[in-house]
């Protein structure tokens, strides 16, 4: 009898190797490939299964025009834009923008709120200058603004705003300079809003607007009480990094009237935090926040403007469930919710509506970039059987035994899985053994390599005969995850997929081809750094997660690509040089009819020459050194002159390409 503490709850593969033979049975589909990655949940606005078993991109969104993403790929290839690449498509920002819209005017026209909704949105998402301009020119003819969270990113909104009626919201930390250049930009003709996140930037608000003879338009960042949940729960509630209490709110609103300046305080502005996983948290903070908004206008503040911050969040698996990778709430949920909660609050106390404003970043940007890397190899755990010899130690005996044993279960007999556990702890204590025996000395090496082959064979015989549908022993389960393969990706987490390291993000990651064909394998990835944590080892399984991905078996001089989707948000940005492995290539592309295209913009990834300055290495300075270190070679005889050129050009020609590897 198995003590019930040998199992626990963990989420297993939705598709076990007994599971994956079972599909056999019939011809796998496309279908099934898109159930089984979850493709039909979380991509089905942009994302398909075309007949071929390649997917499909629908820029423009569900049943537009779409494009074959392997013949994309070949035609990339052929422009020497090889893997790892990012894949940006303008036409998904300019669709995501367009529903962010539409769901607000949606929502506006179902309550009949008198007022509207005009967002911003948060540079700090992604930087790329192709990004935040595209956005800006799509979002025109709404006045669609941004949002900058330090003096560096300002200067970009600054530079980037050609439309009088966008906003730039002003958060972050502000020094004098910073208040000082809003306040110079709104005489420029800007409407930056300095927001005040820090009680002691009230004072250098009134000494500069005293200086330079004018003011800012003010907003203040309220702490909610309202209380958090996930990951970035401490964003709000009173020990959140930012904002004001109702105390410090009250304070500034005697200081700011006291010189002179609550005439400009027109916005009220609180944060959730990044993806928002519960809609119940919103209505909460949203209620509180509208009390506070009433209030401010009743101590003489004119307001106008309610900032309900970002945490719009995505439904990364696509179950719709309150997860970290998932949502329990759509769009229209999301806006549905901020216009009647705001309306209400105004409409009780007569109070006129603010005009509406969020920093959806991750809700625009998340959809529109694709990272495609390619494989480089596998490895997995050797499962042959070794031959026998005519002596061999007892612990290896023992596991040949055991083997043969585990052979002869029967899967639907009554206690099978009781009687592979305890075959399993016999097959652990004999290659214990064996590996006993060899530190002291008693056997050899071959032997060793015997027991330890001997002991996956039994692995792999107890994963095959684990019956269906029943409670698996935690020990049980794990062979699967010891089983798989290591499939060796051309990329660096840490520089293209750096959440999943730090935060355990899960992205949806899957075969890009391939998928009218039955995954035979089951496996993770490694990347190209020395880090045993560049690797990516969970996945989405419909609000759950799995340690292990179905894969096919690679086919010889055949490339095997890997699409991760929905990485838009924070990841160029947040990526480091670990390893000095750079940036990607990236394409910005733009449907034009169907199956037809155009490469918008082109950015090539860092060379190794970039990544070396980076770092106060000079690559002339490299060269030379190594240029006199092979004329010393030549002098001493232990290297050829034609040997030393070559050796030379390898590595001035390395210097141009990025930091990937090639065929």
């Known amino acids: 009898m198995i003590s019930q503490d040998l199992y626990d709850d963990c989420p297993v593969s939705n598709l076990t190797k007994s599971n994956l033979k079972k599909t056999q049975v019939r011809e796998w589909t496309v279908?099934?490939?898109?159930?089984?990655?979850?493709?039909?949940?979380w991509g089905k606005d942009y994302f398909s299964i075309n007949p071929a078993g390649n997917i499909s991109i629908s820029p423009k969104g569900r049943d537009k025009d779409n494009i074959d993403l392997m013949f994309l790929l070949q035609e990339l290839n052929g422009r020497n834009l090889k893997a790892p690449?990012?894949?940006?498509?303008?036409?998904?920002?300019?669709?995501?923008l367009k529903k962010l819209h539409e769901i607000f005017e949606t929502a506006i026209s179902k309550y009949g709120y008198k007022g509207h909704y005009q967002g911003v949105f948060p540079i700090k998402c992604n930087h790329q200058r192709h990004v935040v301009e595209k956005i800006l020119n799509y979002g025109h003819k709404w006045n669609f603004g941004l949002e900058a969270g330090s003096?560096?990113?300002?200067?970009?909104?600054?530079?980037?705003?050609n439309n009088p009626e966008a906003?730039?919201?002003?958060?972050?930390?502000?020094?004098?300079?910073?208040?000082?250049?809003?306040?110079?930009?709104?005489?420029?003709?800007?409407?930056?809003?300095v927001v005040i996140e820090q009680f002691d930037e009230i004072n250098r608000i009134i000494t500069s607007s005293k200086k330079l003879g004018a003011?800012?338009?003010?907003?203040?960042?309220?702490?909610?009480?309202?209380?958090?949940?996930?990951?970035?729960?401490?964003?709000?509630?009173?020990?959140?990094?930012?904002?004001?209490?109702?105390?410090?709110?009250l304070k500034a609103v005697d200081k700011l009237k006291a010189a002179g300046l609550l005439q400009e305080v027109k916005l009220l502005h609180f944060h959730l935090g990044s993806q928002i996983n519960d809609i119940a948290i919103l209505k909460d903070a949203l209620q509180e926040a509208g009390q506070i908004y009433i209030e401010l206008k009743r101590l003489g503040a004119p307001m106008g403007y309610l900032d309900v911050g970002g945490g719009l969040g995505i439904d990364y698996d696509g179950s719709q469930t309150a997860t970290a990778a998932s949502t329990n709430y759509s769009l229209q949920n999301y806006a549905?919710?901020?216009?009647?909660?705001?309306?209400?609050?105004?409409?009780?106390?007569?109070?006129?509506?603010?005009?509406?404003?969020?920093?959806?970043?991750?809700?625009?940007?998340?959809?529109?970039?694709?990272?495609?890397?390619?494989?480089?190899?596998t490895s997995s755990v050797s499962r042959d059987i070794p031959k026998k010899s005519s002596k061999e130690c007892l612990p290896v005996e023992n596991l040949r035994k055991t083997m043969m044993h585990i052979q002869e279960i029967n899967k639907s007999s009554e206690n099978s899985i009781s009687r592979l556990q305890e075959a399993w702890n016999d097959a652990i204590k004999f290659k214990n053994d064996a590996l006993n025996s060899f530190r002291l000395g008693y056997i050899d090496l071959p032997e060793r390599a015997k027991a330890e082959e001997l002991t996956w064979v039994c692995a792999q015989a107890v994963v095959d005969r684990l019956p269906e549908n029943q409670l698996i022993p935690k020990e049980l389960q794990e062979l699967d995850t010891a089983l798989a393969e290591t499939y060796y990706a051309n990329l660096s987490i840490f520089r293209s997929a750096p959440d999943t390291w730090a935060i355990g993000q899960l992205f949806p990651v899957m075969p890009i081809h391939r998928l009218n064909e039955k995954p035979t394998n089951l496996g993770h990835f490694a990347d190209l750094t020395c880090d045993s944590d560049g690797k990516l080892g969970t996945f989405i399984n419909n609000g759950q997660s799995k340690s292990l991905l179905e894969l096919h078996k690679i086919k010889h001089n055949e490339p095997y690509w890997i699409g991760m989707f929905l990485g838009g948000a924070y990841q160029e940005v947040m990526g480091n040089l670990h390893n000095l492995f750079g940036t990607t290539n990236a394409v910005h592309i733009r449907l034009t009819n169907h199956r037809e295209y155009k490469l918008d913009h082109v950015i090539r990834g860092n060379t190794k020459a970039d990544v070396l300055t980076s770092m106060e290495h000079n690559p002339s300075e490299l060269l030379e050194r190594l240029r006199m270190s092979s004329e010393l070679a030549i002098e001493n005889g232990k290297l050829k002159i034609n040997d030393a050129q070559r050796l030379l050009e390898h590595l001035e020609t390395s210097l141009r390409q990025i930091t990937y590897l090639h065929e």
């Not at 898109?34 to 039909?40: E, I, Q, S």
């Not at 003096?151 to 705003?161: M, P, Q």
């Not at 809003?182 to 809003?193: D, H, S, Y």
């Not at 007569?350 to 890397?373: C, D, K, Q, Y």
């Open 215 to 249: 003011a800012p338009l003010i907003g203040f960042r309220a702490k909610l009480s309202s209380e958090g949940n996930g990951r970035w729960k401490s964003s709000i509630g009173e020990k959140s990094k930012f904002g004001l209490s109702v105390p410090e709110i």
């Open 167 to 193: 906003l730039l919201i002003c958060n972050g930390y502000k020094d004098k300079r910073y208040i000082e250049t809003a306040i110079l930009a709104r005489q420029l003709g800007k409407n930056p809003v």
């Open 336 to 377: 549905n919710d901020v216009v009647a909660t705001i309306q209400e609050c105004c409409h009780t106390h007569n109070i006129e509506v603010p005009t509406l404003i969020s920093e959806s970043g991750r809700a625009i940007v998340s959809h529109f970039s694709i990272l495609i890397f390619n494989i480089l190899g």
């Open 31 to 41: 279908e099934d490939s898109a159930v089984l990655y979850g493709l039909d949940r």
């Open 151 to 161: 003096k560096a990113e300002l200067l970009i909104a600054l530079a980037l705003i």
């Open 85 to 96: 690449l990012l894949l940006r498509f303008d036409d998904i920002l300019e669709d995501r």
